[in-house]
């Protein structure tokens, strides 16, 4: 980054954070107007956070207070890893704010509120992108290990993340009891399903911040192996829980509901191609066995 002040004001990094900050603040001024209550709080929080954070930023770079901020760390450094965890606060925010934004509580359409958070939705994935350009022009700037998110295995790792993400927020948000009856083969169903997709989502989270923070540099060779082993655990774990989840969409539950469990499935299938091209990518860097005899 290297520029502050006037410089800074006047050039692509401050015109891209000035785009960031007008983005980030009609997001969260749309939730807000709204209602965030209930699964909306995090989608609210998220893009105040990073509004605010790169606000604050801003304002640090353009009255040169950023200069005096070295504490062994360069201001730069801080900033792009800043800028990797706002992009997530975002792009997940969005996703969820869309899961669960519907139109159900209209008959003759989506009420007033529906249409806030759709542009709110929107805003939110246009700020992610913009934190994803600036991830992109200052990568030199980040942390050796935060390069991970932009090589072949972070990117994919990436897409699993997401891609799970969905899968087990909009099972949730479509609800995992079949009728109120008790349909047990039903119910067990889908709790097995979201318990694969949570479980798959949750370690796969995992592995990408041990990469992320270089931690995999300290396990060694085996980390590989260890990644390699779990996205072909995980790969089954998803198919099996989504074909389970297709056998079980129907239900005595209003038609928005209906949607978001077939959603679910789909989705769960397209973490389960997602698995699969990451062990593929995954099967050139394993080193030696990888259940080693004794």
């Known amino acids: 980054m290297g520029e502050s002040g006037g410089a800074y004001l006047c050039g692509k990094d401050g015109w891209l954070r000035m785009a960031i900050i007008v983005f980030g603040i009609i997001a969260f001024a749309l ?21 605010l954070i790169s606000f604050m930023s801003f304002f640090f770079i353009l009255t040169t207070l950023s200069t005096k901020m070295e504490c062994g760390v360069s201001f730069d450094t801080v900033d792009a890893c800043l800028s990797i965890l706002l992009f997530t606060f975002c792009w997940f925010g969005s996703i969820v704010l869309a899961i669960y934004t519907s139109c159900h509580d209209n008959r003759n359409g989506c009420s007033g509120n529906d249409g806030e958070r759709i542009a ?3 805003f939110g994935f246009i700020a992610a992108l913009l934190y994803a350009v600036e991830i992109y022009f200052h990568q030199g700037d980040a942390p050796a290990p935060t390069k991970y998110v932009i090589t072949k295995n972070g990117i994919i790792k990436s897409i699993v993340i997401t891609l799970g993400c969905i899968a087990f927020t909009a099972l949730v948000a479509g609800g995992y009891e079949c009728t109120a009856r008790g349909d047990q083969p039903c119910d067990s169903g889908r709790a097995y399903a979201l318990a694969a997709y949570v479980i798959s989502w949750s370690v796969s989270v995992i592995l990408m911040i041990i990469y992320f923070t270089g931690l ?13 082993v779990w996205s072909v655990f995980a790969c089954l774990l998803c198919l099996t829980g989504s ?10 539950t209003s038609p928005y509901r209906g949607s978001r469990r077939l959603a679910s499935a789909i989705f769960g299938f397209f973490t389960t191609i997602a698995y699969i091209v990451e062990a593929v990518m995954l099967k050139g860097n394993i080193k030696g066995e990888i259940f080693p005899s004794k």
């Not at 939730?31 to 709080?41: K, L, P």
């Not at 396990?219 to 990644?227: H, L, P, Q, R, S």
Request: with cysteine.
């Open 216 to 228: 995999n540099e300290k396990i060694g060779d085996k980390m590989a192996n260890v990644d390699f």
């Open 31 to 51: 939730v807000a107007a709204s209602g965030y209550g209930g699964a909306f709080a995090w989608p609210f929080a998220a893009y105040l956070m990073s509004w």
């Open 243 to 252: 074909i389970v989840l297709s056998c079980y969409l129907e239900g005595n």
């Open 120 to 122: 709110a939705i929107i």
